[in-house]
């Protein structure tokens, strides 16, 4: 529910036109997401996590509400070695059992993110310089316990290792797809700002700043995330960039994309600019305001060969 509370909280604070960094309401938002959980999170199989998903969808349920793990146990059908199946009457038994405080519980984050998008007067944080900092354990001893139980070796022992199911398409950034872009809403800037360190990196570079990659202004950057949270991203280069010590989000983005895809044919390497130059990057964009960018497909082809055919990262 703790998602469900941010977004609602970006919904209300676009809807009202709120044009004043509401820094405390978004701590405010931060402090209570976890008291809206219907229930803890806890560890399942595979199988039961899916088996959520598939009996809402096979009700209709709203996708802001989760089964637990007791109404789980009492609709599935279990079977040795396959994926479990959904008893549908006894799903929507249980959707209608939940269903009243899951209502409620929607009603009261809707009330609480209004309140938080449009009045300033909810919580006074500390000066950011008596900022405390979290401690492990602190405020919750449960946490201070988890280490007497086991340590990390054991925990490593138990999960096993990591195999990865199948090998990732490194190519795929360059397949000229794209996928476009939500509206900014006219009060983005006082919606950003709401968020410290977003309103620091806005602030942190001058008004008329431009991407030198892709050219884009400042305002032309910002985008809005899958939650309807608005996003500014830069990125800081390395040292064979020294002239362009930043970039956009975005541009950075396909640059790492690039650099996995040559990592898949030279093999690892620490430096993330020295194999392709700022000109070069800039040649395979279109840049979209508010957006990702797409990518010249052709362009990108062409240079990803000139990069495998003259660099080397020894060297």
Same mark, same amino acid.
Request: proline residues 5%; hydrophobic residues 40%; aromatic residues 8%.
């Given at each position: ?6 977004? !609602? ?20 938002? *931060? ?15 595979? *199988? ?27 609709? &599935? ?8 199946? %959904? ?12 269903? $009243?405080?899951? %209502? ?13 998008a449009t009045d300033t007067h909810w919580f006074e944080p500390y000066p950011r310089k008596f900022e405390p900092i979290p401690v492990y354990g602190h405020g919750d001893r449960r946490l201070s316990r988890i280490s007497t139980w086991f340590n990390s070796d054991?925990? &490593? ?27 900014? $809403? ?49 990125? !800081? ?6 002239? !362009? ?22 093999? *690892? ?15 395979? &964009? ?8 797409? %990518?010249?497909p052709a362009e990108a082809e062409r240079l990803l060969s000139k990069i495998l055919t003259n660099y080397r990262p020894d060297e």
């Amino acid at each position: 529910m703790g998602d469900v509370l941010e977004e !609602t909280f970006n919904v209300e604070f676009v809807a009202a036109g709120t044009n004043i960094e509401q820094v405390e309401g978004q701590k405010l938002i *931060d402090r209570m997401s976890s008291a809206f959980a219907a229930y803890d999170a806890i560890l399942v199989c595979e *199988d039961c996590n899916n088996v959520d998903t598939a009996a809402k969808k096979l009700l209709g349920v709203p996708r802001e509400f989760s089964f637990s793990i007791g109404q789980i146990r009492g609709f &599935i059908q279990v079977r040795d070695h396959q994926p479990h199946t %959904v008893n549908q009457s006894k799903a929507q038994l249980a959707w209608e059992a939940a269903k $009243p405080a899951f %209502v409620l519980r929607m009603r009261i984050i809707k009330a609480v993110a209004k309140a938080a998008a449009t009045d300033t007067h909810w919580f006074e944080p500390y000066p950011r310089k008596f900022e405390p900092i979290p401690v492990y354990g602190h405020g919750d001893r449960r946490l201070s316990r988890i280490s007497t139980w086991f340590n990390s070796d054991v925990l &490593i022992d138990a999960l096993g290792m990591q195999t990865r199911v199948s090998k990732a398409n490194v190519s795929r950034w360059r397949d000229g797809t794209h996928k476009r872009g939500k509206p900014v $809403p006219a009060n983005y800037l006082a919606l950003l700002k709401s968020v410290e360190y977003k309103a620091d990196n806005w602030d942190s570079l001058p008004d008329d700043w431009a991407c030198p990659i892709c050219r884009r202004s400042k305002s032309q950057i910002v985008y809005v995330g899958d939650q309807g949270q608005v996003r500014f991203n830069v990125a !800081t280069t390395g040292r064979a960039w020294h002239e !362009t010590p930043k970039i956009c989000g975005h541009c950075s983005k396909v640059q790492m994309a690039l650099k996995s895809e040559v990592k898949s044919h030279l093999g *690892d390497f620490r430096d993330s600019y020295s194999f392709v130059s700022p000109n070069e990057l800039a040649g395979i &964009i279109l840049p979209i305001p508010h957006a990702d960018h797409q %990518v010249r497909p052709a362009e990108a082809e062409r240079l990803l060969s000139k990069i495998l055919t003259n660099y080397r990262p020894d060297e």
